[in-house]
């Protein structure tokens, strides 16, 4: 089973940047496709980000598209969300997850499609 602990975040002001990190346990790291979600007070959890196995595909939701770029070096177990021109609208939690295995990724926008999950690291941005 795969862990993750998630890391990198903090509070910036608007236009800032940071990098969240998600370092996974488990010598099959590198079969996984992976994905960021974030959870604002009183909202849903919802898809950021999703990077297949080797990092060849990539996908984003619409509102982060060209500000936000996922990444994966498999050879240290981790990926990365690079995160640009924050917003006060991008202030959540922010969780990395594993992409079931034995499913196609293409349902990689479903929250239920992902296990395990990370514990979460903050993000709060102010204007």
């Known amino acids: 089973q795969v862990q993750l602990v998630e890391s990198g975040g903090g509070s910036v002001q608007a236009g800032g940047s940071l990098r969240l990190s998600c370092a996974a346990s488990g010598r099959t790291f590198t079969i996984y496709a992976m994905g960021w979600f974030r959870q604002a007070p009183g909202k849903e959890r919802e898809f950021v980000a999703a990077i297949s196995w080797n990092g060849d595909n990539t996908y984003y939701t619409d509102s982060v598209l060209g500000r936000f770029t996922i990444s994966r070096e498999n050879a240290k177990n981790t990926i990365y969300l690079q995160m640009n021109s924050l917003n006060p609208e991008d202030t959540a939690v922010y969780y990395c997850?594993?992409?079931?295995?034995?499913?196609?990724?293409?349902?990689?926008?479903?929250?239920?499609?992902?296990?395990?999950w990370g514990q979460g690291t903050q993000v709060t941005v102010s204007s």
């Open positions: 997850a594993t992409y079931l295995p034995t499913y196609p990724f293409d349902k990689y926008t479903d929250s239920a499609m992902y296990d395990p």
